[in-house]
């Protein structure tokens, strides 16, 4: 074989077995290959700040923002594996092995399933917070959400391990050649996986929030109506539920977008039976994880505190004795 047949095959010293180098790319990549990197890097960095903030400062240590933390550092890992998955699509090839391709789709799995099992306990946090506030400080502790939280990954790795089971026994089933990174995932499998991570909780988030928003709508107008009785008898009482209000809108946000950047992904994978990644499937993919950037930026808009903590780490006031004390609220 000459020179450049050979500087097309992923690993030339294995002629016949080798995977050879995509060369199929669309003119619209070139903007996916521009952007891509700097979403990257964001998706890292924002979440990173979340990461820091909820865990430095102790008044920051709610249920509900517990619930954030753990999603941040969800967010956190797709932009990592966002950068993986763009080396490899740069490169054409995969030089890591078939069994860290195997653990690499298992990662990933884990980490986008645990994302949505995160979005469940935020909407089942936000519908006991409004439908039944009362119980609220009984029923959501910190050690609870810690117990869920651990759940939540459990449960997202027992899962994605038996979705896999054949390709973690044997890595590499479905490559054709040396350099391939495939994981094909049969229809009784495909389906479970689905259900589990998409139609299942999907579900439990729009049940959840339809009854917050109809909850929440009827306090309102009730809020409105006597607000001058309330502030001269129970003004405590109306700034409590005015927070929680305005927590169950933010969150509302953060779980719309979340809708918006998942579904398309998973309508279009439901509805095309095609195991090849595909120009339009890829993009959805990119959309699926461009949530995990778009998630801090909701904080920014949102959440003062967020603003303040992220002043006070980047001027390295964190450093200071006692900084976590601080009033960040």
């Known amino acids: 074989m000459d020179t450049e047949a050979q500087s097309d095959l992923c690993f030339p010293q294995l002629t016949n077995l080798s995977c050879r180098k995509s060369s199929s790319a669309l003119p619209n990549d070139i903007l996916l290959n521009i952007t891509l990197p700097v979403v990257c890097v964001l998706t890292v960095v924002l979440n990173l700040l979340v990461i820091i903030s909820i865990s430095h400062f102790r008044q920051l240590h709610t249920p509900t923002n517990l619930l954030l933390l753990s999603l941040s550092v969800t967010d956190l890992l797709v932009g990592l594996l966002m950068i993986v998955g763009q080396l490899y699509n740069q490169a054409s090839c995969w030089f890591l092995g078939d069994s860290l391709c195997s653990l690499f789709r298992v990662f990933m799995i884990t980490v986008t399933t645990a994302s949505i099992g995160n979005m469940v306990l935020i909407s089942v946090d936000r519908y006991v917070a409004i439908c039944d506030p009362l119980h609220?400080?009984?029923?959501?502790t910190v050690k609870r959400i810690q117990?869920?939280?651990c759940l939540c990954w459990f449960l997202s790795l027992f899962s994605c391990c038996i979705i896999l089971n054949d390709q973690l026994t044997d890595p590499g089933k479905y490559n054709s050649c040396y350099g391939e990174c495939v994981i094909t995932v049969d229809y009784n499998a495909g389906v479970a996986e689905l259900v589990v991570t998409f139609i299942f909780p999907l579900s439990i988030i729009v049940t959840l929030y339809t009854r917050v928003f109809v909850a929440a709508?009827?306090?309102a107008r009730a809020m409105r109506s006597h607000v001058k009785c309330v502030r001269l008898h129970h003004s405590v009482p109306l700034r409590?539920?005015?927070s929680e209000l305005k927590a169950a809108r933010t969150l509302g946000v953060l779980i719309l977008v979340?809708?918006?950047s998942f579904?398309?992904?998973y309508i279009f994978s439901l509805t095309n039976h095609s195991k090849k990644m595909t120009p339009l499937k890829s993009y959805f993919l990119y959309l699926y994880s461009f949530n995990s950037c778009v998630n801090p930026l909701i904080y920014t808009l949102f959440y003062p505190w967020f603003r303040k903590a992220v002043r006070q780490i980047v001027t390295l006031r964190i450093f200071r004795s006692g900084s976590s004390e601080v009033n960040i609220l």
Not at 136 to 140: C, D, P, R, S
């Open 258 to 260: 979340f809708l918006t």
């Open 240 to 242: 409590a539920k005015k």
């Open 217 to 219: 709508v009827s306090q």
């Open 263 to 265: 579904c398309p992904y």
């Open 136 to 140: 609220y400080i009984v029923k959501v």
């Open 147 to 149: 117990h869920g939280v």
